[in-house]
């Protein structure tokens, strides 16, 4: 077997990589051991503890822990991500392919520029345009359901951010799903079709299957991407009393707002690992999958 | 398509880069920051720096461009950017800052004390002379002078006559208790008014709950946060005002919504404005910047007619500190020099300018307020009765914040007090949620009184 197939030489092989590792070691590696550092000390932005942080042990992670306030934001983020990423984004823009993939021209072409600007637009523009939206005086929302003073982002500040986050994201599902559609054979439809599958079964036994991997990469991606969004910052501030309070603007507010940027450090690594244990389960489900695969390929009986 | 995209961008970023460069060699660059923005917060103060400060500076200094950052948020968020800017050793060379924040940014030598940047002038300014004390100690920690105070303010309860001659309530209205106000409230209410009483509640409004509702009700029931020594803990105060926090917003006499909302206090300027809110507990910056006829942001066309103004009573006469039977709270703006400045001599200079008697009456001719400076408030304060009133009648019996570095925390502490109250939990359940928080901030229950 080959090893250097390109017939670099090791020493060349590794002038290519080394750009690279140094890029990932400065701006990746190095924040990544920085914030663990952070985490151990009372580092704040202002004040004694700005100019002579301590190293405070792992304070900061038990505080954290045993904070009501980082829990109940854990719990908002799981929520956050399931309904909006996985139920919302990763739903609607599978329905969204599935009803387009047979239709060619104005109508299609209509709702996916439509989908897609809704994900170009820059988050701030499009924060605020949704707080206009759901505003209590004189939102556009309370003016066209006839509710005057219905305080949507009050009352109801995380299905705001879900649905908010719904309409973001799905775009990227829904081209996702539309390219991995493509690669379903007409004919196994047909044939399902034939042999009397309605649409349920002809989803699940025929177009999941296929398009499984695609699956699990779309949710692995919107999955992490939700998890570290910072965007509903610009529609609640977190508030009102920290009932739309997800992760990503819990560290913000406790480092940047309330000062301690010690145990926003702390969080932060408590939120990578998070992240990690998200990435490590989605590619095991996909390695999986491919080694199934692969020995059905190899040692299934001929066809 | 790409390419092309690219080198705009490029060119978009260059010229970014050279505003922030000295327009010809051998000149000098200075920049101000200040949260005041044309046409939006604090409008008239960035319009001065634009129209006054900058070109009657750059006459006098050949050779110096003065350039002005302004911003226009919440002044936490303000606080934040600078804090930011100088832990990275850069921003402006003058810059304006809360007087409360000059504890902490000291602490974390974030800023210096003036004679150590500007250098030996510093101490011979004419200016200092005409600066009360009380006003020169907004910009003093630790005994030293870290920061020019542009003047100061006080908290006065704000109403509405329309509104109270509607209720039929007398005019003018001077209460003499918590109990009055409650009164007129309930009156307000059964008139039709929506929201009869703003008292600032809750964190979204960040030091505006504690400076224009906790700590003058706390004075006003007899206590200082911080006495000799000691902070007031789940003191009896602590609980009384609490409780009248939920009087008010538990009867419907407040709206505990715009508590809440991220845009709240802008929102209940507006609403005053509009005539729905009858009586709101604001600073004199209300009046000359908030409802000013012409450039406030949410002008009031008759003001000087609709709009009155009575001082904070304590909970029953004799009942506030030093046994007043009224209260207040004053602070104010003060301006410091960047320590990593590469002019500092200069930026003093700058600083210095920014408050002479010519600087500062220049910026009264576009909104009367209380300077620092007695020279000029003696002349000019005459043109503004309301003005007139805070510095005779509300001044002699106001107080001050500490000065310390864990003041902010101990503020925010108060705000959630009052965020669980508004939200329907009970005075003693957040005094005593309040209490464990700020044995956690100053160390233990030893620092706490009550």
Known sequence: ?303 | MRPVLIGAALLLALAACGTGQPSSPGSVTLTIAANSISGGKNSESADWIRTWVIPEFERSHQNVKVLFQPSGVEDEQYKTKLSLDLKSKTGADVIDVDGIWVGEFAQAGYIKPLAEVGGPTVDGWEGWSQIPQAVQGLGIFDGKKYGLPQGTDGRVLFYNRTLFKKAGLPEPWQPASWQEIIDAGTKLKAAGVPVPIQINAGTAMGEATTMQGALPLLTGAGSEIYTTGKWTGASQAMKDVLGFYQQIYSKGLGDPKLQQEAKGRDKSFAQFAEGKIAILAESDYFWRSVIEPKAGVAPMAERDAVVGYAKIPAKQPGGGIRGQDFVSMSGGAVRVLNPFSKNPKLAWELLAFMHSAAATKSQLAGQVRISARDDVNAEVLTADPMLKYIAEEVLPITAYRPPLGVYPQVSVALQEATAAVVSGASPEEAAVAYQTKLERLVGGAANIAG
């Open chain 1, 1 to 303: 077997m080959i090893t250097d197939a390109a017939g670099l030489g090791r020493a060349r092989a590794t002038a290519f990589v080394l750009p690279a590792l140094v890029l990932i070691a400065v701006f990746l590696v190095f924040p990544a051991l920085w914030t663990i550092y952070l985490g151990l000390t009372d580092y704040r932005l202002t004040g004694l503890q700005a100019a002579n942080p301590q190293v405070v042990g792992l304070d900061n992670y038990t505080s954290a822990l045993g904070d009501p306030r980082f829990l109940s934001s854990l719990w908002l983020t799981v929520a956050y991500v399931g309904g909006s990423a996985v139920i919302g984004q990763a739903g609607l823009g599978f329905a969204l392919a599935w009803v387009l993939r047979t239709r060619r021209g104005t109508v299609r072409r209509l709702v996916e520029g439509v989908v897609l600007l809704s994900w170009i637009l820059p988050s701030t523009v499009v924060g605020f345009l949704w707080f206009a939206l759901l505003d209590r005086d004189g939102g556009t929302l309370n003016a066209l359901l006839g509710t005057p003073g219905f305080a949507w982002l009050l009352d109801h500040p995380l299905l705001s951010i879900i649905v908010f986050n719904t309409w973001r994201g799905t775009a990227f599902s829904m081209m996702l799903y539309s390219a991995a559609l493509e690669n379903v054979p007409p004919s196994h439809l047909e044939t399902a079709r034939l042999a009397g599958a309605n649409v349920f079964q002809q989803l699940r036994d025929v177009v999941f299957p296929l398009i499984r991997r695609h699956v699990l990469t779309n949710l692995l991606l919107i999955s992490l991407w939700t998890f570290n969004d910072f965007t509903p910052f610009v529609l609640t501030g977190g508030g009102p009393e920290g009932r739309s309070e997800i992760l990503p603007i819990y560290v913000y507010n406790i480092a940047l707002r309330g000062g301690e940027l010690g145990l926003g450090a702390a969080v932060s690594f408590l939120i990578l690992l998070i992240n990690l244990v998200f990435a490590l389960a989605y590619l095991r489900l996909l390695r999986g999958r491919r080694r199934q695969e692969a020995t059905a390929a190899a040692g299934g009986p001929p066809a």
